[in-house]
């Protein structure tokens, strides 16, 4: 079992910046693949960002270039930070952790377990 509470939603002007983390708690963390995926209301969630256990990386093409994953896995948290922002990055944030390496890092059903959402909203 694994618990993830996220942290660092709030508001920014376009062009600022943010920091998600997303604390874990339970099983052995650093085995977990971890992703970040958002939410407006009326749309399915998507993936943002991806890390596995080995430390690479993955980034919808949306995102690319401006937001940038990691993972601390002494302090088991992984983080999502966020430059450039823009109006269309506002969505509900969620954590997500993986058990098994194998498939595609933005398919939201592989994900075993998710937080309870951190909110980013970006005015232009």
């Known amino acids: 079992q694994v618990q993830l509470v996220e942290s660092g939603g709030g508001s920014s002007q376009a062009g600022g910046s943010l920091r998600l983390s997303c604390a874990a708690s339970?099983?052995?963390?650093?085995?977990?693949?971890m992703g970040w995926f958002r939410q407006v209301p009326g749309k399915e969630r998507e993936g943002v960002s991806g890390i596995s256990q080995y430390d690479t990386t993955y980034y919808a093409d949306s995102v690319k270039g401006r937001f940038t994953i990691s993972r601390d896995n002494a302090k088991n948290t992984v983080y999502l930070q966020m430059a450039s922002l823009k109006a269309e990055d506002t969505a509900m944030y969620y954590c997500g952790a993986k058990r098994y390496p194998s498939g595609s890092w933005w398919r939201e059903m592989e994900y075993n377990y998710w937080g309870q959402g951190t909110q980013v909203t970006v005015s232009s």
């Open positions: 339970g099983a052995v963390y650093s085995s977990y693949c």
